[in-house]
């Protein structure tokens, strides 16, 4: 069956890495802004669940059957990268002909981890999960599963790349992987797949596959929202950001500080905030704002601002009619960017009750413009990435020199339970875990602190990553304040701030 195009079938000029692929059946397609930028081991997403299991069948070939079929029914998760001409990336999909060229694919990306029982289940997990966010020189599949088997108890830790799947495509994915463990589980063994036909499920992409599409006719509307980015992004320079210990790093994997916002506390926070006419996201962004003007003082207490450039938006809506409906999910990266200016935070160098809650209400504010120009972000949604990319103010922000100060990242993923369920079948799930990692060159900014969070089971998950060369790993930016040397544990000072603030908020 021939995939929906721009999928194309003609492989003659197409180059696969380390090997030939002129005898091999293959498709192909562009690869969008957004999934060329992320290409490669520069940006990816490891997570990873703790299963409790009833039947004692569960194996790493159990685990295999499972991708086997999911690979049939989301055949993107095997394409590659490859070349279609100098500096021309494509995604590429080679057909395979039987199921020993299949069993050896599996051999590749479902992997067995070791036991856990010297350690524990949740330490052999983090363990994995730290040298996955390594940044690696060798090239790595856009999708690989490990398995930690227990007694009763397993894990499963993910490897994404981040330009196949986002967060909430993550959080999709390992849903259809869990419910195929459970039917292989339950139904026996593997049925028999006619390979070929998959091809017609490859997806297009989300600028193609978007209701009102990329090719759309501009109108002022867009050209408002591309102004608005222009803005944001002429920002930069100005913006009021905090310093980076060490400035000149190496490349370095990305360090983290975790924390969790009890179920009770965040339903607590729910409340408080639609009664201040405000969200989780526009607090988020208010205590990350108000955090960066409380830890360093400011030099003119006019204007700051604080731009956040890069605010992740899922759309998967824009391509569908009903985005929990898992009929319609598709493996491709499905996001966009908002941008938002927290303004004039002299304003709350001093501390005020109502600080965060004011700030949150300008914050949404800004969201609701967002809102109007959601529909057609597939018409304007390149045209924003060349102005940020061009525009004076980052090219000010992002010097060839690594800068010396960074701003806060905040990307808000939101309720994942109905991308996410609590069992599947003889399957148990607890712990989910999200950690992305960004090996951002030089250029691109030697430090930053990102937080990704997202609620499951009422409980808010939150990962604040870091670049360890810029800022010192957790454990030495923990050692260096009880030294009492501030200044080399910035990003934990940051995290601990943004916590006090939430903690502190009347409930």
């Known amino acids: 069956m021939a995939p929906t195009l721009p999928w194309k079938s003609d492989s003659s000029n197409i180059t696969l890495l380390n090997r030939d692929s002129s005898q091999k ?63 021309r990336t494509v995604f590429a999909y080679e057909v395979l002909q039987s199921d020993v060229e299949v069993d050896a694919w599996l051999d590749g990306v479902v992997l067995d981890a070791g036991s856990s029982s010297a350690s524990g289940l949740a330490a052999a997990i983090e363990a994995l999960t730290t040298e996955l966010v390594k940044p690696k020189t060798e090239y790595r599949p856009v999708f690989l599963v490990y398995h930690i088997p227990g007694d009763g108890e397993h894990g499963l830790v993910f490897f994404f790349s981040h330009s196949v799947f986002d967060a909430t495509g993550c959080f999709q994915l390992m849903d259809l992987c869990l419910s195929r463990i459970a039917d292989a589980l339950e139904g026996g063994g593997r049925k028999a797949l006619a390979w070929g036909e998959e091809t017609g499920r490859l997806p297009t992409a989300f600028l193609d596959a978007a209701r009102i599409s990329s090719t759309a006719e501009r109108t002022s509307e867009d050209e408002e929202m591309v102004k608005r980015i222009k803005e944001v992004v002429d920002s930069l ?163 060839i020199r690594p800068p010396t100060e960074w701003l806060p990242i905040l990307s808000s993923i939101g309720v994942v339970d109905k991308y996410l369920s609590q069992s599947y079948g003889p399957l148990t799930v607890s712990e989910p875990r999200l950690r992305p990692a960004y090996s951002a060159p030089s250029s691109a900014g030697a430090g930053w602190v990102a937080l990704h969070c997202f609620t499951w089971n009422g409980r808010m998950e939150m990962a604040w990553s870091f670049p360890e060369g810029a800022m010192g790993s957790a454990a030495q930016q923990r050692a260096a304040l009880q030294e009492g040397k501030e200044g080399e544990a910035v990003a934990l000072r940051y995290v601990q701030e943004c916590m006090r603030l939430l903690d502190g908020l009347p409930r």
């Not at 095997?78 to 500096?87: D, L, N, R």
């Not at 009619?321 to 966009?336: C, F, H, L, P, Q």
């Not at 597939?378 to 090219?395: C, E, F, H, R, Y």
């Open 237 to 399: 320079p100005t913006a009021h950001t905090l310093p980076t210990p060490f400035p000149h790093p190496a490349a370095s994997p990305p360090g983290v500080f975790s924390h969790a916002i009890p179920a009770a506390q965040l339903s607590a926070l729910l409340a408080a905030a639609r009664v201040n006419g405000c969200t989780i996201f526009s607090l988020l962004m208010a205590v990350m704002s108000i955090a960066t003007v409380r830890l360093r003082p400011l030099v003119n207490s006019s204007r700051v601002n604080i731009p956040y450039l890069f605010s992740p938006v899922d759309a998967r809506p824009l391509t569908c009619t009903d985005a929990y409906d898992r009929n319609e999910w598709k493996v491709r990266i499905s996001m966009g960017f908002n941008s938002y200016v927290t303004r004039d935070l002299g304003r709350f160098v001093s501390e005020g009750e109502e600080d965060v809650w004011t700030l949150a209400r300008e914050v949404r504010a800004q969201t609701e413009v967002h809102k109007k120009h959601y529909e057609r972000m597939a018409v304007w949604w390149t045209d924003v990435l060349t102005t940020i990319s061009k525009g004076p103010g980052q090219q000010a922000r992002f010097r």
């Open 25 to 87: 059946p293959i498709w192909h397609r562009h690869q969008t802004p957004l999934e060329s930028t992320a290409y490669g081991d520069l940006n990816r997403i490891i997570s990873s669940v703790q299963l409790t299991c009833t039947s004692k069948k569960f194996t790493i070939d159990v685990l295999k059957t499972a991708v086997r079929q999911l690979r049939f029914d989301h055949p993107a998760i095997a394409t590659e990268h490859a070349w279609a001409g100098p500096g």
